[in-house]
């Protein structure tokens, strides 16, 4: 199991993961964080950004959409909490698909904890 503890976020059960640990890169390490959510009965998987892949940021890299993928099929949500602004200054691609996601339920990017709380479930 990744370096982590359950919080409740508005009656969400969200497994929160500490900077240090493995990079959310593919597929595989996406179904490894997957994998401790049940375990812990946590219906959101919140990541710091220094744990997600450069290439998750760099759409046609494939990565973002191969991770999501995997999180919504589970039926777990993920959520990205960190500062995101040089990824997006650099591709209207990322900035369009951040203010899609943000506008859903099952990937959300938010600066800080403190946003993470102050969404509604």
Known sequence: ????????VHGVSVLMCDRDGSKLSDGQSALDL????????ADMVAVPVER??????????GVAG????????????LAVIG??????????ALRDFVREAN???HLWFVPDRAELEERPA
Do not use: W, Y
């Not at 199991?1 to 409740?8: D, G, K, R």
């Not at 500062?83 to 209207?92: C, E, K, L, P, R």
């Open 66 to 77: 191969e991770v999501v993928q995997k999180f919504v099929n589970h039926r777990i949500r």
């Open 34 to 41: 997957i994998g401790d959510a049940p375990g812990c009965r």
């Open 1 to 8: 199991m990744t370096a982590s503890h359950l919080e409740a």
């Open 103 to 105: 506008r859903g339920k």
């Open 52 to 61: 997600v892949a450069d290439d998750f940021f760099a759409l046609r890299s």
């Open 83 to 92: 500062d995101i602004t040089a990824h997006v200054a650099g591709s209207d």
